[in-house]
Structures are given as structure tokens and as C-alpha cells.
């Protein structure tokens, strides 16, 4: 696709639930960001992946929250056990590491998770 | 560590004004990025613009410009002839050089304009 596409674009679940949001990358980008926006908290950094070297995952709030990257591409971000407090815009973004734009992130349009 | 402030959550302009949207950072580092982001209702961010730390040129793209000040640490964003489709909330936001490549953001600045 032309664009960093996620998936689903809304999810509501059950405290205590598991989720799985999922991120497909622009074709040919090696970096994948992970991002949450809420309304106490702004916009943070979750977790970065770069090709096949082991990912940032310094802003991960919890160890309920884990994310993978498969085959270099697509990635899901999961959260065991949701809280309430996990209720955000989850934002996706990769971007080239060689090149012209090396270092802009394009976004995706976002996972909106809602948590009851 | 990082930080970026957005002093103004809210702004208004009238339609083919122009308007200024404040932001300032801190950090000790000399290589860095700078950028603006927009999010309109639809949730995806958009680049605007972008500015590379190294180069005393202030950055433009067509009605966006940036007033870049890196002794004050201060990159402000300048939209001239505002357009009914620039309604969205902005982000300034930061990165390193080298190293650590994610985004610092700032709290954005919702911007209203005025038919």
C-alpha cells in the first residue's frame, strides 16, 4: 500500500481482556515505531524496531505490553490483561533509515482502544 | 532528557490570515531534527515540515514556515493565506541526530480557523 496501514480501527474490549493491534509498515521502511496518545498523557513512545537488531523498548509502560515484528514488516502491539488506563489512540509509523526523508516517520491513521 | 513545549492549546486565525504557532524544546544535544506535525480529525499525523538542527536556513513548504532559533531553542511554525483544511491539532516535535530515534512531542496546539 501507499501508506502505513492499521488495523482495527476501533476495538473495544472487557477489562481484563487481551488485545492485538496490528501495524503493516510502507513497503521497503526497516524502522517501525510504536506510539500512544491519550489524554492524561499526550503523545509517548512505546517501542522501535529496526531491521534485525533488537528493539528500543524503553517506553513500554508495563510488561503487559509486548509487541513483535515478523519477517521484517508487519507488527502487533499486545496488551495482556487490559486496564482501563490502557484506553488510547495507538499510532504506528515507519520510516527509511538510508535516503532522502531518512528520518521522517510516516503515521498511520491509528487504533482507537477502548477499554470497559 | 528531551522535552518539548507547546504554550498555546488553542489558537484561532481568520481565513487567509496568517498565523504563528509557538514551540520550544530543551536539550543538550547539538544534532537534532525538528518537526511539525498535523492531526487533523481523521487521527493521522501528517507531516508539515521539518528542520534539521545543522543548517541556519529557516525550512519552507509552500504556506509553512518555521522560524528556527537554536541558541533560544525555539521553532516556531508560520502559516500564511490559512486555508478552512488547516483546522487540526499541531505537534511539534523532536529527534536526535544519532542514536535514539523516536519522537519527543510536544502537548499540540489545536488550531480553529475562521470562514
Known amino acids: 500500500g501507499a501508506g502505513v496501514s492499521q488495523s482495527p480501527s476501533n476495538k473495544v474490549t472487557e477489562k481484563g481482556k487481551d488485545v492485538e493491534l496490528r501495524c503493516d509498515p510502507i513497503?521497503?521502511?526497516?524502522?517501525l515505531y510504536w506510539y500512544r496518545q491519550s489524554l492524561g498523557q499526550g503523545l509517548e513512545f512505546l517501542i522501535y524496531?529496526?531491521?534485525?537488531?533488537?528493539?528500543?523498548k524503553s517506553g513500554l509502560p508495563s510488561d503487559r505490553f509486548s509487541a513483535e515484528r515478523t519477517g521484517g514488516s508487519v507488527s502487533t502491539l499486545t496488551i495482556q490483561r487490559t486496564q482501563q488506563e490502557d484506553s488510547a489512540v495507538y499510532l504506528c509509523?515507519?520510516?527509511?533509515?538510508?535516503?532522502?526523508?531518512?528520518?521522517?516517520?510516516?503515521f498511520g491513521p491509528g487504533t482507537r482502544l477502548l477499554v470497559l | 532528557a528531551q522535552t518539548v513545549t507547546q504554550s498555546q492549546p488553542e489558537m484561532s486565525v481568520q481565513e487567509a490570515e496568517t498565523v504563528t504557532l509557538s514551540c520550544t524544546y530543551d536539550?543538550?544535544?547539538?544534532?537534532?531534527?525538528l518537526f511539525w506535525y498535523k492531526q487533523p480529525p481523521s487521527r493521522q499525523m501528517i507531516l508539515v515540515i521539518r528542520?534539521?538542527?545543522?543548517?541556519?536556513q529557516n525550512a519552507t513548504e509552500n504556506r509553512f514556515s518555521v522560524n528556527f532559533q537554536k541558541a533560544a531553542k525555539s521553532f516556531s511554525l508560520k502559516i500564511s493565506d490559512s486555508q478552512l483544511g488547516d483546522a487540526a491539532m499541531y505537534f511539534c516535535?523532536?529527534?536526535?541526530?544519532?542514536?535514539?530515534?523516536?519522537?519527543?512531542f510536544g502537548t499540540g496546539t489545536r488550531l480553529t480557523i475562521i470562514p
Open positions: 528542520q534539521e538542527a545543522y543548517k541556519q
Open positions: 524496531f529496526q531491521g534485525n537488531s533488537a528493539p528500543d
Open positions: 509509523a515507519s520510516s527509511l533509515r538510508t535516503g532522502a526523508n531518512q528520518e521522517t516517520q510516516y
Open positions: 516535535a523532536y529527534r536526535l541526530y544519532f542514536g535514539n530515534e523516536k519522537l519527543t
Open positions: 513497503s521497503g521502511h526497516t524502522a
Open positions: 536539550t543538550s544535544e547539538s544534532d537534532y531534527y
